[in-house]
């Protein structure tokens, strides 16, 4: 997937223009309120920053990891809000938690690399010392989507990240297409085996989604779409 809305056939390549920009400025909108509502203070320099970030999200090497991505996140997040002790910082941590991102990266790099931008970034923007801190936090969690007990916050970011898992059938398989895209440069064996290991340790969590409503929804749609992207892999 690109980081743009989609034309429907026949669309014009003005309406085509005016839809990423709608979806740009709805975007950043959306940047502007959580920054002020989590304690920003630079008004000017906010609005850098989520610029910035957004550009990171549209970078064209992304198929999935991209500003639909971030959009869904969001809006599960916005969904789910009451849930949360600090709804704007895990919106925050939505805006970082993949702002940097390289296929080519191993481990828990890009989320390491996406922190530290997170700390730089929102910090020259004005966030208070502790809000910079809990962002960290939260990104950092992406990495294995393993919260503890009574984290609401790192729960709902988590389970948001993952919602992707839990869709009707014919969309997680353009999910996984679209993974498969980003990972072009490797070899079909070794992306098999790579993605194969992703997967189990999906399946191995206890739980893939911890809010209670979402576990109740989702748990058994995302297992199910991991299991059977799985068999087709061996």
């Known amino acids: 997937m690109a980081g743009t809305t989609r034309a429907a056939p026949g669309e014009s390549s003005a309406l085509r223009r005016y839809g990423r920009l709608g979806r740009v400025v709805d975007l950043l909108d959306r940047w ?55 709804p704007d910082l895990v919106r925050l941590a939505a805006w970082c938690h993949d702002a940097v991102y390289d296929p080519r990266a191993g481990g828990d790099a890009n989320e390491r690399d996406s922190a530290a931008l997170a700390g730089t970034l929102l910090t020259r923007a004005g966030l208070p010392a502790d809000a910079v801190a809990e962002v960290r936090r939260l990104v950092l969690l992406t990495a294995g989507h393993a919260v503890e007990p009574g984290d609401a916050d790192g729960a709902l970011l988590c389970d948001a990240d993952l919602a992707v898992l839990a869709a009707p059938p014919e ?26 290991r992703v997967l189990a340790g999906l399946l191995a969590l206890p739980a893939l989604f911890r809010l209670p409503p979402l576990t109740r929804h989702w748990e058994s749609q995302a297992r199910a779409n991991l299991t059977r992207e799985l068999s087709t892999l061996h």
């Not at 980003?182 to 070899?187: K, R, S, T």
């Open 171 to 196: 969309a997680y398989d353009r999910y996984a297409a679209a993974i498969r895209r980003e990972y072009a440069h490797v070899p079909e064996p070794a992306f098999r085996a790579g993605r194969a």
């Open 32 to 86: 502007r309120a959580a920054a002020r509502g989590a304690g920003m203070t630079d008004a000017v320099e906010l609005t850098r920053v989520g610029e910035d970030l957004l550009t990171r999200w549209r970078e064209p090497h992304r198929h999935y990891h991209d500003a639909d991505h971030l959009a869904a996140v969001l809006d599960v997040v916005d969904a789910h809000a009451p849930a949360a002790g600090q």
